[in-house]
């Protein structure tokens, strides 16, 4: 069974930074291509940034493009979001999400339907 674990919300002033993590277990971390998304309250959930599966790809939402940086480390299975200047806009329950897909495959992947596998998220809060 394929798991996906957050760490790393909290709340910071506005401006500040926060670097999330997302470890996953039961599956080839490898294989997925791995991605962020985050729902603030009363709104839908959105795309924020996805990683391809070597890391060499990555695409970014504009609202956070100049400001958030997806990594990924396939040795320790975990998938990162380093958020700098962060806004109180950016306040919101972060999910990662992953998709099996093949090495070469450089698609966006920016709809929900798009991941099997999905973390329970965690909240990150920014303080005007």
């Known amino acids: 069974q394929v798991q996906l674990v957050e760490s790393g919300g909290g709340l910071v002033q506005a401006g500040g930074s926060l670097t999330l993590a997302c470890t996953v277990s039961?599956?080839?971390?490898?294989?997925?291509?791995m991605g962020w998304f985050r729902q603030a309250p009363g709104k839908e959930r959105e795309f924020v940034v996805r990683i391809s599966r070597s890391g060499g790809s990555r695409y970014y939402a504009d609202s956070v493009k100049g400001r958030f940086t997806i990594s990924r480390d396939n040795a320790k299975k975990t998938a990162y979001l380093q958020m700098n200047s962060l806004k109180p806009e950016d306040t919101a329950v972060y999910y990662c999400?992953?998709?099996?897909?093949?090495?070469?495959?450089?698609?966006?992947?920016?709809?929900?339907?798009?991941?099997?596998?999905w973390g329970h998220g965690t909240q990150v809060t920014v303080a005007s």
């Open positions: 999400a992953a998709r099996p897909t093949i090495l070469t495959d450089s698609t966006s992947y920016t709809s929900l339907s798009d991941y099997a596998h």
């Open positions: 039961g599956y080839t971390f490898s294989r997925f291509a």
